[in-house]
């Protein structure tokens, strides 16, 4: 049997991204901690782990001041950022730029059109990291479709 290995595979170019700059900053500091899994990928977590990357959940995020915390290529919610401004946490910010964009304009449609009746509508999982960072960019004023018995959710009289 053979089994051909696509040369393009590997990780997306936001986890490449973020994943290089956990291994520079752990290299700098010796540890760092990374808000949730850096990657969908157990050896590569197993690997960062042992240089250093330690994973953690949002509650044991909540608990941490004076660190330094990796947020990863998914993205946070405007409250992850509040909270290290008010704990003394330095985050190194690993955001795909891709990411960035939608959030942005997430945040502009709902700031444009806040009180008109319109509705933000995202198909994803409700409970994934992006997801959550994209509502979170609305005060959570979404609609989020994970599947086709949730399209009754849409006000399809609205813009």
Do not use: W
């Not at 969908?40 to 042992?50: P, S, T, V, W, Y």
Request: contains cysteine.
């Amino acid at each position: 049997m053979n089994i051909d290995i696509d040369p393009l595979a590997g990780f997306c170019f936001g986890v490449t991204r973020v994943v290089n700059k956990a291994e520079e900053i752990i290299r700098q500091y010796g540890q760092l901690y990374c808000l949730g899994e850096i990657v969908h990928n157990q050896k590569e977590i197993e690997r960062l782990e042992q240089l250093g990357l330690k994973t953690i959940t949002y509650a044991e995020y909540l608990q941490l001041s004076h660190c330094r915390v990796l947020i990863r290529a998914h993205g946070e919610p405007p409250e992850t950022y509040r909270h290290a401004e008010k704990n003394n946490i330095e985050l190194i910010d690993g955001t795909c730029p891709i990411v960035l964009r939608l959030q942005s304009r997430i945040k502009k449609d709902y700031a444009d059109h806040a009180g008109s009746g319109s509705q933000i509508v995202i198909f994803g999982k409700k409970d994934h990291a992006e997801v959550r960072g994209l509502a979170g960019q609305t005060r959570y004023q979404t609609v989020i479709i994970e599947s086709e018995d949730d399209l009754d959710r849409i006000d399809f009289t609205r813009p």
